[in-house]
């Protein structure tokens, strides 16, 4: 099994070094490009903030995520702290989801201004599948839960 979570944790770098390098070199000229086209140059500072919530919310959740495979590596994955890395997980996936609710009035503006309306529904698809993610990791949740009581209710019977 260590192999697996070795592969997992690296897997968790890998899909944090290109957010992260979009945080730092991209969001700030795309930003910027934004406020220009929009003519509002208050609006820079709201995407930045916006993407940078939505960008803190999902690196905790890769910390959680890293969490949940090293008590996996430790054999204690059927435990509260498993627990309660999923339930870190799910309230960071809807907070990125509400982030973005929040900013779809702008993806509607700046689509209505350059007449692409493939905008709104890729502000959507960052909505659902943030919302995807808050309710698989809710059912694995209410799952190791139900199996940590079952197996405590075992203990204690035996």
């Not at 910027?32 to 959740?61: C, D, H, Q, R, T």
């Not at 509400?98 to 779809?104: A, D, G, H, K, Q």
């Not at 702008?106 to 007449?115: C, K, N, P, S, T």
């Amino acid at each position: 099994m260590k192999r697996e979570t070795i592969f997992l944790k690296i897997a968790l770098f890998l899909i944090g070094a290109p957010v992260l390098a979009l945080c730092i070199f991209a969001v700030p000229k795309i930003a910027k490009g934004v406020a220009e086209f929009v003519e509002a140059p208050y609006v820079n500072y709201l995407i930045l903030i916006g993407v940078y919530a939505s960008a803190l919310a999902y690196f905790a959740a890769l910390v959680q995520a890293f969490k949940l495979l090293s008590y996996i590596d430790k054999n204690i994955a059927f435990s509260e702290l498993s627990v309660n890395a999923l339930k870190n997980i799910k309230y960071c996936a809807i907070a990125i989801s509400s982030i973005y609710v929040l900013f779809l009035p702008l993806f509607y503006i700046v689509a209505e201004i350059d007449d692409a309306p493939g905008l709104i529904v890729m502000g959507m698809g960052l909505i659902f599948a943030s919302f995807v993610i808050a309710v698989f990791a809710a059912v694995l949740q209410k799952l190791l839960k139900d199996a940590i009581d079952i197996k405590s209710e075992n203990d204690l019977t035996v």
